[in-house]
T-cell receptor, first 113, second 113 residues
């Protein structure tokens, strides 16, 4: 299996622009998680899905952030409009039901100028 | 003065020595714990996990110890190798239907050849 696949790996954009991060979970995994990692705050859970349904989005920082999972093999995290403080590495992770292990992607490093 | 960013605890060891990385957690309801390893530029990678009904679990060269009385978790790495150099995170979950993993701030392990 190719593992969790994220794109883009790096994105540099200007304040105010829309950013879309993409994730393909491991096939057969029922849970998908979006995390954000910064030096200041470490790894923070933003939102997670079970069977494509958002279960807990309490970590989403503001209304500028939104996440969707239209099917079992694809999820997006969108920031509109982006701000410099959104600069971070965004990780997607997936897991199978009845297992605890999260499999992480390689991350998307976002820089907002 | 004001902290610019996370000051990661660091541990520096000589190749071949044993390493012990510690983690304190605060949620007494947590019943599932995981250790992750994160190399520079990569996503976190699962090392070992333990449930709260156990106090010790061993893997290949790694051992996790759980002390629920003082809410403390440790990761022991035997015969540390340069490839073990990374940031190590503990994570906890409330278990049941709660699959939110809350990550600690991490410890930077440096192995000197």
């Amino acid at each position: 299996d190719a593992g969790v696949i994220q794109s883009p790996r790096h994105e540099v954009t200007e304040m105010g622009q829309e950013v879309t991060l993409r994730c393909k979970p491991i096939s057969g995994h029922d849970y998908l998680f979006w995390y954000r990692q910064t030096m200041m705050r470490g790894l923070e859970l933003l939102i997670y899905f079970n069977n494509n349904v958002p279960i807990d989005d309490s970590g989403m920082p503001e209304d500028r952030f939104s996440a969707k999972m239209p099917n079992a093999s694809f999820s997006t995290l969108k920031i509109q409009p982006s701000e410099p403080r959104d600069s971070a590495v965004y990780f997607c992770a997936s897991k199978a039901v009845n297992t605890g292990e999260l499999f992480f992607g390689e991350g998307s490093r976002l820089t907002v100028l | 003065g004001e902290s610019v960013g996370l000051h990661l605890p660091t541990l520096s060891v000589q190749e071949g020595d044993n390493s012990i990385i510690n983690c304190a957690y605060s949620n007494s309801a947590s019943d599932y714990f995981i250790w992750y390893k994160q190399e520079s530029g990569k996503g976190p990678q699962f090392i070992i996990d333990i449930r709260s009904n156990m106090d010790k679990r061993q893997g290949q060269r790694v051992t996790v110890l759980l002390n629920k009385t003082v809410k403390h978790l440790s990761l022991q790495i035997a015969a540390t190798q340069p490839g073990d150099s990374a940031v190590y995170f503990c994570a906890e979950s409330g278990g049941g239907s709660n699959y939110k993993l809350t990550f600690g701030k991490g410890t930077l392990l440096t192995v000197n050849p």
